[in-house]
């Protein structure tokens, strides 16, 4: 059968949502030049709906681990060194789909990257992290985003670099937070991006937590649907936001939400928190 346009591709809805959150992602300043990465887990069905317009497949290329639970699914991805700000001007030059192959440890493209383009360097963090939140969700995780969102990076400078400091912090600066993650947030340590060592720091983290930052680099979120992984980003970085600012207004801090608040709002929204980060 003849491949289909690669415009006709692009209208297709997971195609569409994944370019919307790119963009989102662009407007709130979360993407300076390629910074940033999206991938989204896509279903059978979907992947039904763009067989049609694969192209020949292209070379298979080794994840540096493998990833049994991931065997055979297919993922639409950012490409290395493209820039969030383009993706909604040429699709299929930015994005592509590449699929795993039957051992989980090799991927190919099968749409999309034109011109010779990669996904992006952080493809095994992506990998790692689906197959994690894969099996910590029962297959409900689509969803992995790594934004350098700005306030969430200068807070790694200030304070200590630990699970339990950063979750508290998030916390106490915006009274949604505990609904919202109360598992809390992960942190990983700086390293340098890009490599299997970090996935594997980042996917270990992201068995407890549905988001990890990465010290002086940005964070990484994870959820079933675009809406819900972006805004789940969109939480934390506010919370870093209102955080910075009060330690920026100089004068310390008069008050806060206090660990019985939180307890208080995790009864009445029927959510369970982390105990050990409470006092
Ligand atoms: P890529 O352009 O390879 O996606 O890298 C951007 C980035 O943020 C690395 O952490
Ligand atoms: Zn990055």
Redesign the pocket.
């Known amino acids: 059968m003849e491949k289909r346009s690669d415009k006709a591709a692009e209208s297709l809805g997971f195609v569409q949502g994944f370019v919307r959150m790119c963009n989102d992602g662009w407007l709130q300043g979360w993407h300076e030049r390629?910074?940033?990465?999206l991938s989204y887990r896509l279903t059978n069905q979907e992947v039904a709906e763009a067989r049609p317009y694969f192209g020949e497949p292209r070379s298979w290329h080794e994840v540096g681990v493998e990833l049994p639970n991931l065997a055979g699914e297919y993922f639409l991805v950012?490409?290395?060194?493209?820039y969030m700000r383009n993706v909604i001007l040429d699709p299929a030059a930015n994005i592509g789909i590449c699929e795993l192959d039957e051992s989980g440890s090799r991927w190919r493209i099968v749409w999309g990257l034109d011109g010779g383009a990669r996904p992006?360097?952080?493809f095994p963090t992506h990998l790692m992290n689906h197959s994690v939140r894969k099996q910590a969700t029962d297959g409900a995780n689509r969803v992995i985003y790594?934004c350098?969102a700005t306030n969430v990076i200068a807070l790694t400078y200030v304070l200590p670099l630990t699970d339990r400091d950063f979750s508290r912090a998030l916390w106490q600066s915006a009274t949604e937070c505990p609904v919202v993650f109360p598992e809390g947030v992960g942190v990983v340590e700086w390293m340098v991006?890009?490599g299997v060592d970090i996935a594997r720091a980042t996917s270990k983290k992201m068995e407890t937590y549905q988001a990890a930052i990465w010290a002086q680099?940005?964070l990484f979120v994870s959820g079933p649907d675009f809406d819900t992984a972006f805004g789940l980003a969109h939480t934390i970085e506010k919370s870093a936001e209102i955080y910075v600012k009060v330690l920026s207004c100089g004068q310390g801090i008069r008050q806060t939400i206090t660990d019985d608040d939180l307890r208080a709002i995790a009864h009445d929204f029927g959510v369970t928190l982390n105990e050990s980060f409470l006092d």
Do not use: A, I, M, V
């Not at 950012?78 to 493209?82: D, L």
């Open positions: 390629n910074g940033g990465n950012t490409g290395s060194g493209k992006t360097s952080e790594h350098h991006p890009g680099h940005g």
